[in-house]
């Protein structure tokens, strides 16, 4: 078998309802020099069943005892033996082109990453379509916008040499692990391009790692930090990253709303304004709240009114499951 173009990475943790979609959207693009590489995080489903079905080739399975998605995206990354990278959760899937589309774009510009728009599939059916801002192939020197866009591993195609000679590794003991992969892997790109299409689905289901909101979301503010020291003496980069940080931050006070110890949450809201004091103290003035409507922007950036709004919306959720 040649060497593969392209090595995906997909860790898998009880992943049954979504796995077969996924595999199936790898096995079937049109591009065929792939490596697919199935990582098996100790799942006590049926996803080992699933996984061994299939009888393609290209297929690399592996099983490992539960180990988190950071330390199984690097195994991964360990494992790759293709010319580029691509990460796919286990419960997104793929357009039938993506990696033709992604190779094509970095192979003949010869860049070290592109990404593309994508797709937000939520559990009642619909669809959204994502649009990332347009821009010309460049460094993120040239043009810092491009951190504050999309700071997930998926929806891209990275050069794995630029991966594994920069020792970009996830972080394995903090949830949201994978936001410092991506702003390094951007920081040491030289050369950064967009497809100007759609071809990834990002699945948002109730009891995925992004919706769950439990004592893990602290780690948020340990990865902001990681990201914010990464960057301290890249002067080009400051005002890009405060308004990541306070964008961030916000979405993650806001959604306080849906933890499921409000006790937690409001400390976590303590914690998380207490950053924005000592990181930006100017955090009010800043363009993120000006874009907002009024009222978002009065709950969004003072500490008692988005305590307010989140233990609101929990008593009226509570009230509503009572009922």
Known sequence: MN????????????????????????????????????????????????????????????????????????????????????????????????????????????????????????????????????????????????????????AKLYRRELIVKNNIKFIEELKYEDAPFVAIALDKATKIGKVEESLVYYNIHNNSETTVRDEKVFDILKIIDIIRNYFKNKNYI??????????????????????????????FIDEAFDYLKKEIPDYKKRKYYKDRSKIKAMIEKRKNFTKLYCKLYYLKNEIGEKI
């Not at 995080?41 to 490992?64: A, L, V």
């Open 238 to 267: 400051k005002d890009i990253l405060d308004i990541l940080t306070v964008r961030i931050i916000t979405n993650y006070t806001i959604q306080q709303r849906s933890q499921q110890d409000i006790k937690l949450g409001m400390k």
């Open 3 to 154: 060497k593969a173009d392209i090595s995906i990475i997909v860790p898998i943790y009880n992943a049954e309802k979504y796995l077969n979609k996924c595999i199936d959207s790898i096995i079937n693009q049109t591009k065929k020099e792939l490596e697919i590489l199935l990582i098996n995080d100790g799942s006590t489903d049926n996803s080992e069943k699933i996984i061994k079905n299939y009888k393609d080739k290209r297929i690399k399975y592996y099983k490992n005892k539960n180990q988190g998605i950071g330390k199984t995206r690097n195994f991964g990354i360990e494992k790759a033996t293709g010319k580029y990278l691509m990460f796919l959760d286990s419960d997104d899937y793929l357009e039938k082109n993506a990696c033709e589309k992604f190779f094509t774009k970095i192979n003949n510009n010869n860049l070290d990453i592109v990404l593309s728009n994508y797709y937000k599939v939520y559990s009642n059916g619909n669809i959204e379509e994502i649009f990332v801002p347009s821009f010309k192939v460049s460094s993120l020197k040239e043009n810092p916008n491009i951190l504050s866009e999309h700071l997930a591993p998926w």
